[in-house]
């Protein structure tokens, strides 16, 4: 019922720059909590970014400047907007839906590399 699809992930070079989405169906959109997390191997999952219903927005000290999270509720999309890319950006980059109970979506890589 609930479903969370990711997309943009891919590989890009230091500096660069890649926009993550994520559609969501099967909850009311504009009432969740929207959140990206990211775990690359051998580390814990972490918050990166977390967006509300009214477009209220909190970062992680590690991205900060570089990260923009933002919601198109018409859309039922939370997108993140990735630039500066370092190489320890380099994660699988799960979304995050929270309101009485947690959803997530299935991940999608991230790689930056030379």
């Known amino acids: 019922q609930v479903q969370l699809v990711e997309s943009g992930g891919g590989s890009v070079q230091p500096g660069g720059s890649l926009r993550l989405s994520c559609a969501a169906s099967?909850?009311?959109?504009?009432?969740?909590?929207m959140s990206w997390y990211r775990q690359a191997p051998g580390n814990q999952r972490e918050l990166v970014a977390l967006?509300?219903?009214?477009?209220?927005?909190n970062y992680a000290d590690s991205v900060k400047g570089r990260f923009t999270i933002s919601r198109d509720n018409a859309k039922n999309t939370v997108y993140l907007q990735m630039n500066s890319l370092e190489p320890e950006d380099t994660a699988v980059y799960y979304c995050?839906?929270?309101?009485?109970?947690?959803?997530w979506g299935q991940g999608t890589q991230v790689t930056v590399s030379s």
């Open positions: 995050n839906a929270q309101r009485h109970g947690d959803y």
């Open positions: 099967g909850i009311i959109f504009d009432i969740y909590v």
């Open positions: 967006i509300t219903g009214d477009d209220r927005t």
